[in-house]
């Protein structure tokens, strides 16, 4: 179909580059901004907007002065059109243009208007747009973490004037409730470039110890706000060092009981459930306290919460059922005293275990005739958990033992390695490059998308109308604005088993996130 926006789009283009029409075309793309629905064209007012202001190729013939008030005047007017543009505007590792429309019957660009910015204007650029940033996050957490993690594409004094401001009154007067964000936005950054000290990209020593110094004035006293950044569900970025995936995994589950000692010393089961409720990933809260030599009675526990309608207690408890069975094995059932519960109570106790031959066999032993309920419940897809673990030990296992270059190792798959490589970059940083072959972005639409769906009931447990959550949770869409990684798309325009459309949304959402990326699809190919 066509796009009516595109005319519209190149005409405000055509204007912008005039200096007396800038300021009004900025905010009429503001404003149409504010109201994109979105969708699948890359002509969107926000690009429009992005590529007019551009440092290394701003398509307008207005003086810097004027693209300033311009930006100004945007973030006055609709600030979360203007915050995006800024952040857009700081540099970053990858970004392209393919230009603006040019004015075709008037003279709108002079005769000596220069083609290529110099580095020096380049750098009065990025410091304006830097230190407009820095004011316009001043007071505002969300957005003072996001540029947080733009520390490292700031220039020196927007850079400096970022971490000043962090440990000024206004910011150490905040409560932990509000502070919280920024403490674990520069624990993040921080720990990141320790870890990866040795790439390109990576800021100096000294500076990272800036860094930390500024997030131990910020850090909270709490507990519950000091271990929440350990319960994400991205683990690879909270290993602290390369190498050795299995003990890295094994020192982070370490780090995750130790958390949760001290928030039950401090807040009991009471404040743990609440804590759980509060993280990304209650479901590794409760597989840490399972794991845990903590004498909590199960009985606090089970039965009672095994049939909560609140979804983060749900994830809690099966996390936790999994940590008891993979410290303490199927002896732990018998120590537990199935025998007054429910039958619905013991089909929930036996499906959140790993679909397993010991735990096939007990469930049939315990449950009787009641069996068949757990098979109908039970689940057995564990998609981007233990096979990702999986993958990324063997990968580790390789760099530790053969002559590769953990600076230069890609990912690539098709079909569910597709989905490996999809999800896997949302997870992970370690990849130079990823190639996806006819790969799965989105649970939720394959379901209605593929020819074969036939095994996706039994293996989800549910149809994805009745029960979306599971779908979404290893949905790779759901975690794309994570992808660093530059990745190349390759699927073919008729097949039915991994359908075109989720490798458009894959890179669709890349193209969105300025993620570089190429989606190539080969006609009449299945």
Known sequence: GSNHMTGLLWALETLAWHPDHLVRVTMILGELAAIDPGGNWSNRPQNSLGDIFLPWHFQTCAPLAKRKS???????????????????????????????????????????WPSAVTNREYAEQVAVYAALAVEAAATDMSRLAELIDRLPDLPGPAHTRVLEHLVSPSVLGLTETSRVILWE???????????????????????????????????????????RRLFSERDFDLLEEKGDYTEQQRKLAVRRQAAVSDILKDHKTAGLLEFARNVPSPEKVGEALGRSDQDTPDSELLPALLDSADNAITAFIRGFIWGRYWSKGMTWIDAVGTDAWSLHHKTILFSSLPFAPDVWRRAQAVLGDGAPAYWKRASVNDFG???????????????????????????????????????????????????????LANWLSYYGENGIDEWMIPYFGASVYEDPAVYAKSSPINFVKNVRTPTLLVVGDSDVECPTPQSFEYWHALKEYKVKTELVVYPNEG
């Open 70 to 112: 311009a930006v100004e005047t945007l973030l006055r007017e609709q600030p979360a059109v203007g915050w995006k543009l800024l952040l857009d505007l700081l540099p970053q590792m990858h970004s392209a243009t393919s230009g603006n429309r040019k004015p075709a019957w008037r003279d709108f660009i002079r005769p000596d």
């Open 185 to 227: 936005a520069l624990a993040d950054l921080a720990a990141k470039h320790r870890k990866f000290s040795d790439a390109q990209w990576a800021l100096p020593p000294e500076a990272v110890t800036k860094i930390e110094e500024v997030a131990a004035k910020i850090a909270p006293q709490s507990s519950t706000f000091l271990h």
């Open 385 to 439: 958990g233990g096979d990702l673990r999986g993958s990324l030990a063997g990968v580790d296992h390789v760099v530790k033992t053969q002559p590769v270059d953990n600076d230069r190792v890609g990912l690539t798959g098709w079909s569910y390695g597709g989905y490996m490589t999809m999800w896997a970059l949302t997870q992970t940083h370690r990849f130079r490059a990823g190639v996806v072959g006819a790969g």
